[in-house]
Nanobody, 126 residues
Framework: QVQLVESGGGSVQAGGSLRLSCAASGYTDSCMSWFRQTPGKEREGVAAIYVGDGGTYYADSVQGRFTLSQDNDKNLVYLQMNSLKPEDTGMYYC?????????????????????WGQGTQVTVSS
């Protein structure tokens, strides 16, 4: 079974950058998504990558600022976050829908993901 471990969170000022990593053991062709959550709000999809072909999807709020990439040799998925804004603050979770590709109409739906990491905190100050 796939297990996920996130790292790379931290505190930065607005305009700064962070790179999050998601380490996946038991790696398979999967849709790997990043979600974020703040207290009192629902978990929202940020970006997703299909490991099989590297296809990516982004939420409108992060398009052009965040970039997903993968290192298949190391079983890692990276989320490069640039031009960070205070509204990007939250707990970021990596999630996997094992054995299935991402779809434009569902990569952001929490219900389709069966494996979750423990989360890593991102705080952006103004």
């Amino acid at each position: 079974q796939v297990q996920l471990v996130e790292s790379g969170g931290g505190s930065v000022q607005a305009g700064g950058s962070l790179r999050l990593s998601c380490a996946a053991s038991g790696y398979t062709d999967s849709c790997m998504s990043w979600f974020r959550q703040t207290p009192g709000k629902e978990r929202e999809g940020v970006a997703a990558i299909y490991v099989g072909d590297g296809g990516t999807y982004y939420a409108d709020s992060v398009q052009g600022r965040f970039t997903l990439s993968q290192d298949n040799d190391k079983n890692l998925v990276y989320l490069q976050m640039n031009s960070l804004k205070p509204e990007d603050t939250g707990m970021y979770y990596c999630a996997a829908d094992t054995g299935r590709p991402c779809y434009s109409y569902s990569w952001f739906l929490t219900v389709r993901f069966d494996v979750w990491g423990q989360g890593t905190q991102v705080t952006v100050s103004s």
